[in-house]
Nanobody, 125 residues
């Protein structure tokens, strides 16, 4: 499966962006999926994940209440709505598919096998 992340850009603090992750090659409707980010000089971290069937979600504490992850299985696409952005959100954002089929959404990089190329989000103060 190939994943294409898009929607990044430059935004002022307090603004919003919507990222999209389009999958091709095969359906992703059986996979839990996640968004990760990597800021300059830092390790890649989990941001949000979504269950393939129930739509249940999981977020890192720093984005709870500001980011919303969603998916449209019919379009083979996942989204990340990012609101009230701050400079600490500046990073390259990656989407990924979780290994296997299961109910739990995991937050470890090793639990994900297919990755998109990343889209840069820059938040200015």
């Amino acid at each position: 499966v190939q994943l294409q992340a898009s929607g990044g850009g430059l935004v002022q603090a307090g603004g919003s962006l919507r990222l999209a992750c389009a999958a091709s090659g095969r359906t992703i409707k059986w996979n839990n999926m996640g968004w990760f980010r990597q800021a300059s000089g830092k390790e890649r971290e989990f941001v949000a994940g979504i269950n393939w069937s129930s739509g249940s979600t999981r977020y890192v504490d720093s984005v709870k209440g500001r980011f919303i992850i969603s998916r449209e299985n019919a379009k083979n696409t996942m989204y990340l709505q990012m609101n009230n952005l701050n400079v600490e959100d500046t990073a390259i954002y990656y989407c990924a598919t979780q290994r296997g089929i299961g109910s739990d959404v995991f937050a470890e990089i090793s639990d994900y096998n297919y990755w998109g190329q990343g889209t840069l989000v820059t938040v200015s103060s």
